[in-house]
């Protein structure tokens, strides 16, 4: 299936929204004006993008159905886990028909080690006859459509629209892009849901996949949860690092 250009939407009218001087509470304990946030953002941008040139989601797969697959079982999950399993599950249902046809106690029992195996066999049996039944076998390329497939949520359309159809539906807020969102003082809520709107807002929507990306492989190497390197981060200049001790 032949990947798509991303829907342009103008960065400018999302600059030209942050051009007033009004106070944003960032997080508790750190404000900065919008027009500051504004240039702060931009600045975090570029040196995640030098830092990071050439992304992509790190789920291995070879089309649209494989990453649908690979993203519904990489819930509570590491990546890294999940493309261990993938090839295996794939090797034995190499199209949507396949998975739909399948026993469920099979799938339980390729998936087991990567938890909750139960509700992701259901999830990925249920996804795949979904796309046999209502889309002749395709993985459809609009939100609307892909959130009816069972198992499919708002951040799993965000990946497979993104990250095969280069359509920004929205920005994928996973565990790293939400714990780093909060310390740079790009947000202060906590629900994944409202971090993305508030990235939305300020993020150019040619941005929002990569910037999703880039913020992941931060968190997995320098901006790590357990102690942030922030004496080797290249946003040290631009993060307030919320929430993190000065010392
Ligand atoms: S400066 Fe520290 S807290 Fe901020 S993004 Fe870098 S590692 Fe994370």
């Known amino acids: 299936m032949p990947k798509r250009k991303p829907a342009a939407r103008s960065a400018q009218r999302l600059k030209s929204k942050a051009s007033t001087t009004r106070k944003v509470p960032a997080s508790?304990?750190?404000?900065?004006?919008?027009?500051?946030?504004?240039?702060?953002?931009?600045?975090?941008l570029r040196v995640?993008?030098?830092?990071?040139?050439?992304?992509?989601?790190?789920?291995?797969?070879k089309n649209a159905y494989e990453l649908l697959a690979a993203t519904i079982l990489s819930a509570q999950c590491t990546d890294v886990r999940v493309n261990r399993i993938t090839p295996v599950l794939f090797k034995k249902y190499p199209t949507p028909a396949?998975?739909?046809?399948?026993?469920?106690?099979?799938?339980?029992?390729?998936?087991?080690?990567?938890?909750?195996?139960?509700?992701?066999?259901?999830?990925?049996i249920?996804?795949?006859?979904?796309?046999?039944e209502s889309h002749h076998g395709e993985v459809p390329d609009s939100l609307e459509e892909l959130i009816k497939l069972p198992g499919v949520g708002r951040k799993t359309a965000n990946v497979v629209l993104g990250s095969w159809f280069g359509i920004p539906t929205g920005v994928v807020v996973d565990t790293h892009v939400r714990r780093i969102s909060r310390?740079?003082?790009l947000t202060e809520n906590k629900q994944p849901e409202k971090i993305e709107q508030d990235l939305i807002t300020i993020l150019p929507q040619k941005q929002w996949i990569d910037f999703s990306h880039r913020l992941i492989f931060l968190g997995r190497e320098i901006c790590v949860a357990?102690?942030?390197?922030?004496?080797e981060c290249p946003l040290l200049k631009y993060c307030p690092r919320v929430g993190l001790p000065t010392k």
Do not use: N, W
């Not at 508790?28 to 975090?44: A, H, L």
């Not at 040139?53 to 797969?61: F, M, Q, T, Y």
């Not at 249920?126 to 046999?132: E, F, I, N, P, R």
């Open 48 to 61: 995640l993008k030098k830092k990071y040139p050439v992304v992509e989601c790190a789920l291995k797969h």
């Open 183 to 185: 310390l740079l003082g």
């Open 98 to 124: 396949d998975l739909a046809g399948a026993k469920q106690a099979a799938v339980e029992k390729i998936i087991h080690s990567l938890g909750f195996f139960r509700a992701k066999s259901t999830s990925l």
């Open 226 to 231: 357990r102690k942030p390197g922030c004496t």
């Open 28 to 44: 508790p304990g750190f404000t900065e004006t919008e027009q500051e946030q504004t240039r702060r953002v931009r600045s975090i």
């Open 126 to 132: 249920g996804m795949a006859t979904g796309l046999v």
